[in-house]
C-alpha cells in the first residue's frame, strides 16, 4: 500500500460518525484482551459481524504514520488498524471491499487527544486510495456512549444492555485471573484457563445476549470460577495488595505498559487495575451531572425549552447510569459469594472523596477525576502500594501525579509513577522493585485489605 501525497479532508465529516454495522464487518481494537472479545460477542448476538484486531504486531507501521507527538495509544491502534487492512487486502485480493468494513474508535471531548484519535486516522486512511471507503464509526461520551443507530428497530436497548454487560463481565474476568494467578499452583496456568475462559464466555453471550439472557451467563461465570479455584495453591499466603489507575488503554493493555500486572506480580504483589466499566459508569454520571448543573442554570433565568431539554437529558443518563450501577452490583455480589475478587469502584462514591479531599473536581472533568479518586479509594481500603500508570506526555496522567504524589505521602501508602511509550526503560526494573520493598514494608507494618 503506496499513501498519496496529497489527502482530502472531506471525509472527517462524511467517513466519521455512527454507522448501521449490519451486513458489515465491525473492527474493534484490543484494549483489553477479555473485554474486546466478550464486547464483540454480546456484538455478534445481534447479526453484527464484530471482530477483534490482533495488537501491537506492527509497531513500526504505527510509528511510520504517525509523528511521535501523538500519545501511544493513537500510535498502537493506527498501527493495529493498517495491519489488519494490510493482511485482509492481501488475503481477498480483488474481492477486498473496504465499504465493507467499519472501525471502531470512539471519542471524548475535552482537552485529551483522545478525541482526535479517529479524526488523524481518517486522514491516514485517506492517504491510501485503497482504504477511503473504510468508516470509522465514532461513538462519543457527549452521550454517553450510546450504541443508538448501530442497530435499527426496538431492540436498541437490549443491545446497549448486552454491550455494557460484555464490559462488565470482561472487567470481572481480569479480576478473577489477578486473584488466581500470584497463587496459582503452576506457573501458566492461570493464562491459559482465562484464556480458554474467555472463549466459552464470549460464545455465552453470542448464545444469550441479543434475549439478555444475563443469568445464563453468570452461571458459566460461576463455572468458570469454581474451576479456577482448583489451580489455587492454598499453602501460598495472601500476598500485598498493589491498585493500578491511570489512562483507560494503556492500563488496559498488557502490551502497552509492557506487562505491568505481571511484573508486580513477579516481585510478590497482588494487583487489582481499575475497570474499563468504571469510565462508562463515568460518562453516563458525568452527563447527567452536566444536565442537572444546566437545568438549575435554566430554571434561574425562566428558559421552559431548555428546562425541559434538561429533564430529559437527566432522565435518559440517568436510565443508563442506574441500570448500569445495578447491574454492577448484582453481579458483583452474586460471583463475590463464590471468589473473593475486588469490588468495583462507584462513581458516585469517587466523587465524594474528591470532594472531600479538596484536591481536585469532577467539574474539570478528564480521567485525571477517577485516578485521583481511585488512589484514595485504595488508600482507604488498606491497599499496600498504588501505581498511576499513563501514556508520556499524557495530560490527565501528569495531572494526576503532580496531585497524588503528596497526597499518598500524607496517606504514607508507597505510589509509584509509570509513564509508557514504545521504548523499553532501562531502570523500570530498579524502580518496580525499590517499590515493591516499600509495598512490603507497609504490608508488615500494617497488614493488607481483608
Known sequence: MKPQKAAGFQSL???IGVFNAKEKHLLIPQMNRNVSHLFAGALRSFDIHARVLETCKD???GREYTSGKECLPCL????DILYFLKKERNRLGEDFNPDNYIYCMPESDGP?????????QRIVLDSFPELRGV???SLTSR???SLDGMLEGESIWKFRKAAYFGILVGDILNRIAWRIRPYEIEEGLTDQFIERSMRVIADSFEANGSENNFNRILDHVEEIIEEGKTIIDPAIQRKPLVGVVGEIFIRSQNEANQDLVKTLERHGAEVVVASIAEWVNYTSYNRMRDARTDLRLNIKQLRPRQVIRNLKSIFDFGKNFYYQQFMQTRSYKRLRSSIDIAEDHKVAHLEKMLDREDVFSFDVGTEACLSISGLIAYAGQGFNGVVNVYPFTCMPGTVTSSIAKPLMNRYRVPYLDTPCDTGLQPGREGTVRTFMYQVY???KRNGRKN
Open 76 to 79: 498502537i491502534t493506527t498501527g
Open 143 to 145: 452521550d454517553g456512549y
Open 135 to 137: 468508516k470509522i464509526g
Open 59 to 61: 509497531l513500526d507501521l
Open 112 to 120: 485529551c487527544r483522545f478525541g482526535m484519535y479517529n479524526k488523524y
Open 441 to 443: 514494608q507497609h504490608f
Open 13 to 15: 465529516n462524511e467517513g
